[in-house]
């Protein structure tokens, strides 16, 4: 199936691992030439050698820390250079640890709001005045069900993923005038670092063992199993395509099944 994008400029942010990594795979694989932002530039540089040797797109390496606003308006501006205007944008780097509101300190709720909420607002606002004049635009934000769901054990996660929901469903009412659709992706636990990093803070908080946590996370999912980064790139990848023409403001779970809510 053709999916109309081949040609097409991505900007991937935390593309160098997990669901940025898979989804900046998932794109290229149809066309897209895709710049990858993180701020390890070992990782970032071996993930673009390793997926540049057999995909159509081109893949270039940006480093940045998307914490802080002049990066990432210097991100913008280095990824425009090599690639030219920027079509897609796949929201994507962010990591709040577990913890109940006594556990998270004022300077971790901080590095949560800047990394995921003012990096996916900064990344946002940084293309949208050019997808808008262009009349075609795609704005991927990578959630999670904890937005939807509160639990009290994973409270920064999942307020700063509540904000994000609103925030992709205003900005799908701003931009879908100018053909610039905006929507929302919520995995649940995908097998990435990030989760390996969740599995031991969930160890230390419960004292459950590895074994324990990753067999009741599998048997919550009606479909047995974890998600992996690929289920998430192939809905990122069906959003950003020309397929998905009339899906603006959706906030799409990507979770085996795990979320229930009419
Ligand atoms: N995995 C899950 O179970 C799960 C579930 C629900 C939602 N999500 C969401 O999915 C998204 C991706 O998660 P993932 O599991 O794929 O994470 P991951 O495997 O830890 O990858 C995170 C990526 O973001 C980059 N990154 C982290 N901090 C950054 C910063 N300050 N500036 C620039 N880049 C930064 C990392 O590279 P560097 O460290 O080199 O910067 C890496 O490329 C996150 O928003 C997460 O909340 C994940």
């Not at 606003?69 to 944008?89: K, M, P, S, T």
């Not at 929201?91 to 901080?110: C, F, V």
């Not at 009349?135 to 639990?151: E, L, S």
């Not at 929901?165 to 931009?175: H, P, V």
Request: charged residues 20%; contains cysteine.
């Amino acid at each position: 199936m053709d999916l109309g994008i081949s040609g097409r400029n991505a900007l991937i942010t935390g593309g160098s691992k997990g669901i940025g990594r898979a989804c900046a795979e998932a794109l290229a694989i149809e066309g897209v030439n895709i710049a990858i932002v993180a701020r390890d530039p070992k990782s970032l540089e071996s993930a673009a050698a390793e997926m540049s040797s057999n995909l159509k797109g081109h893949i270039v390496p940006i480093t940045g820390n998307l914490t802080k606003g002049a990066e990432i308006e210097r991100v913008f501006a280095e990824a425009e250079e090599a690639l030219g205007q920027i079509d897609i944008l796949v929201n994507n780097a962010g990591s709040a640890p577990l913890g109940r509101i006594r556990d998270i300190t004022d300077a971790t709720w901080q590095e949560c709001f800047d990394l995921k909420l003012m990096g996916y607002v900064r990344c946002s606002r940084a293309v949208m005045t050019g997808m808008c004049k262009r009349k075609w635009g795609r704005i991927i934000n990578i959630i999670g069900r904890g937005g939807h769901f509160p639990t009290a054990k994973y409270i920064a996660g999942g307020a700063i993923n509540a904000a994000i929901l609103n925030i992709t469903q205003a900005l799908a009412e701003e931009c879908g005038p100018y053909n610039v659709l905006v929507n929302g992706v919520n995995p649940a636990a995908t097998a990435t670092e990030r989760w390996n990093t969740l599995v031991k803070q969930r160890m230390k908080i419960t004292g459950q063992t590895e074994r324990e946590i990753r067999e009741e996370s599998a048997k919550n999912v009606p479909l047995g199993r974890i998600g992996l980064p690929e289920d998430i790139a192939n809905m990122v990848t069906y959003l950003c395509s020309e397929k998905a023409g009339f899906v603006n403001g959706s906030l799409v779970d990507v979770d085996g099944g795990v979320s229930r809510a009419l």
